[in-house]
């Protein structure tokens, strides 16, 4: 066995039941990890003999241990921006508990910011099964702005913010948008997507935003509560109102300070309705597909390529036509993707936009060879066989999320339980050779929790419970894991360099609270993480591994709901035994802290490269004045175009 001191590992965790995913040495007891890369797999005796005096050893207590899980499709980069300022309903199981956290929110939430619930859960999660009433929402909130978005569907305003956006009765319709109305003609405070949500999006972007500090901090409480869940990287699908490069400067400041606890790789999304080849040539002159490095890489563009040819997925309204003219949009920009082999993902519902996509990239393709461009598809919930296999013939892959999850009932409505069988069809995609993998859409359809997307791979249920899919259309565990581990470095064009505990790959894996392949099919949608290690590094720790956490400075501002919350199903422990296991983790987190104080050391998590020591200073600061337009409300743009 070489021991020699080039050898000695940095970290070996032992004692761990390792579903590594490596078919050649599916099982270990323990790993070794050298500059943030797997060194050694296997036996426990064999790794422990590695050990040298600087090696930092983990007991894990006979856990199980997975690969990080890896997100497909997330908008993290600006859900970050905005993360500290959302109340989220994600996982919380009635209406009674949300709209007592809303009333809680409402009553620490200082003027003029909102209360703002932007999606990430569905009206059938609760025992309800219903959203709450306007009257409801100006009982609790009569003078702060409340906004709830509800899938891509609809949205809910109270009175407080009709009155701060604006919107009266002289305001026109939206195209594509309904802003309901009584009979006077006012606006009740009902929003509607028909199907277009851009009416949707354009309110919420009147909200104040948070200053750059804040959008920092905020984008940290983001990712760790990404890491709290097992996530441990993802590839960015851009995003409405996300332009590049001018609101990537959040995300560029903590990827240059190592501060990023995902791994992301990001895709570009034009905003310029019909300008949107010009953004992609201007893209492609000045960036370089693939530029970063492991933590942040540029992974090509989309999930926008043309306005024309995106449809809009709120089956509570019949499926949106595209455009004639979405077949020439979309080979203009094609063609600068190709010729500058730029890899794409398109966003596509239905089968009916995939096929007319499909008949210009097979154009393209006679002209300039796809082959070796890792392009795809995201979303797919309607695609045919036919389209499936023209999609493995050009190479490319379908990335799939589990927004039927949260709007599976709606669609069985529209279409029946039938049509819904298999919607999208993962398992015939897997046995046909197309590249596919999972991810979340998250932030505003789908919750970004992986584990609601895992339940759904497995048991074809929604989070309201109904039973979408038969046996045949779900995945067995193994296999499910795989989608959302191995089988995404694929769509950013990382194959072999992680999704997999494996010597030589990034190391990254996790220690769930619960043993995915034997608890109960019910249980698996509750799981968070107990330890998730990024590059060998502890990013988050609870429970037994609380004491190797390293939490990020509190959420700002001082009233976030981050703060009183947390994120998924915040709400939904038992207030007694979740008070107290909280009141246990702060604890062993403030011993951990006063240990490191007293050696010397930073007391603020990871190296803080951003403000050096003056982390108290920073965290509190009054807000930098250039910046107080932005957060104390200035109206966006009441163009419906933005
Ligand atoms: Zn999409
Ligand atoms: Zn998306």
């Known amino acids: 066995m070489n021991a020699n001191a080039n050898a000695t590992p940095d970290l070996i965790l032992h004692r761990g039941l390792f579903t590594t995913l490596d078919r050649s ?87 003029p910011q909102w209360v703002r619930v932007v999606g990430g859960f569905s009206e059938h999660q609760f025992a309800e099964k219903r959203l709450p009433t306007l009257e409801e929402l100006n009982a609790v909130a009569p003078d702060t702005p409340v906004f709830i978005l509800h899938l891509y569907d609809r949205a809910l305003l ?74 441990t990287g993802a590839i ?59 933590y942040f890489r540029h992974n090509g563009a989309g999930e926008m390529l043309t ?13 949106p036509d595209m455009p004639a003219n979405m077949e020439d949009d979309l080979d203009g920009v094609i063609r600068v993707l190709a010729q500058n082999r730029w890899p794409w993902r398109m966003h596509a519902t239905y089968d009916e936009t995939i096929s007319r996509a499909l008949d210009v990239f097979e154009r393209v393709n006679q002209d300039i060879p796809l082959a070796g461009l890792n392009w795809f598809f995201d979303h797919a919930e309607t695609i045919s066989g036919r389209s499936i296999e023209r999609i493995a013939a050009l190479g490319g892959g379908v ?25 999208p069809p993962v398992a015939k995609m897997l046995a046909s050779g197309v590249k596919v993998s999972a991810g979340t859409d998250a932030t505003r359809v789908a919750s970004y929790n992986p584990w609601v997307s895992l339940a759904w791979l497995i048991t074809g249920k929604t989070v309201g419970g109904m039973q979408l899919y038969p046996r045949a259309n779900c995945l067995d565990r193994e296999t499910a894991l795989r989608m959302w581990t191995e089988n995404t470095t694929w769509f950013s064009n990382e194959v072999g360099k992680k999704g997999r505990i494996e010597a030589g790959q990034l190391a990254d894996l996790i220690v769930p609270d619960r043993d995915f392949f034997a608890c109960a099919e019910s249980e698996i949608a509750d799981t968070s993480a107990l330890l998730t290690i990024v590059g060998g590094k502890v990013v988050y720790g609870a429970g037994p591994f609380a004491g190797l956490d390293q939490p990020p400075p509190p959420a700002m501002p001082d009233w976030s709901p981050v703060r009183r919350y947390g994120g998924y199903a915040g709400w ?66 009441a163009c419906w175009a933005v």
């Open 25 to 111: 040495n599916p099982h270990a007891e323990a790993v070794a990890i050298k500059d943030g890369r797997f060194t050694h797999v296997g036996r426990a005796d064999e790794i422990m003999a590695l050990a040298g005096p600087a090696t930092r050893v983990i007991d894990l207590g006979g856990r199980r241990v997975l690969p990080g899980l890896i997100d497909n499709h997330l908008h993290i980069i600006r859900g970050g921006l905005n993360f500290n300022l959302e109340l989220r309903w994600d996982g919380v199981r009635s209406l009674a508990d949300a709209m007592a956290m809303l009333k809680a929110q409402v009553a620490v939430t200082p003027a």
């Open 158 to 231: 109270n009175g407080a913010a009709l009155r701060a956006v604006g919107y009266t009765r002289d305001t026109p319709e939206p195209p594509g948008g309904q802003i309901l109305r009584d009979g006077a003609g006012n606006p009740t405070g009902l929003l509607l997507a028909k199907p277009n949500a851009s009416i949707l999006y354009a309110t919420l972007a009147k909200g104040p935003k948070l200053p750059m500090e804040y959008q920092i901090n905020s984008t940290r409480h983001f990712m760790r509560e990404l890491n709290r869940l097992g996530v």
């Open 236 to 294: 960015d699908a851009g995003g409405g109102f996300q332009n590049y490069p001018e609101d990537y400067q959040v995300i560029e400041q903590l990827a240059e300070a190592k501060q990023l606890t995902v791994r992301l790789a990001y895709n570009l999304f034009t905003q310029k309705p019909q300008q949107e080849k010009e953004d992609f040539l201007n893209w492609t002159r000045n960036s370089t597909y693939q530029q970063g490095d492991d």
């Open 307 to 319: 306005f024309s040819a995106a449809d809009f997925e709120d089956f509570r309204q019949p499926r």
């Open 399 to 423: 990335a799939v999320q589990h927004r039927m999850a949260y709007q599976g009932e709606y669609f069985v409505e529209r279409y029946g339980h039938g049509a819904a069988e298999a919607t």
């Open 572 to 637: 939904g422990l038992a207030p007694a035994k979740g008070a107290a296991a909280r009141r246990e983790q702060q604890k062993a987190q403030e011993q951990a802290q006063a240990k490191r104080r007293q050696q010397g050391a930073c007391g603020c998590a990871h190296q803080c490269n951003l403000h050096g020591h003056q982390h108290a200073t920073a965290w509190t600061s009054s807000l930098p004045v250039s910046d107080l337009k932005g957060f104390w409300g200035a109206l966006g743009c």
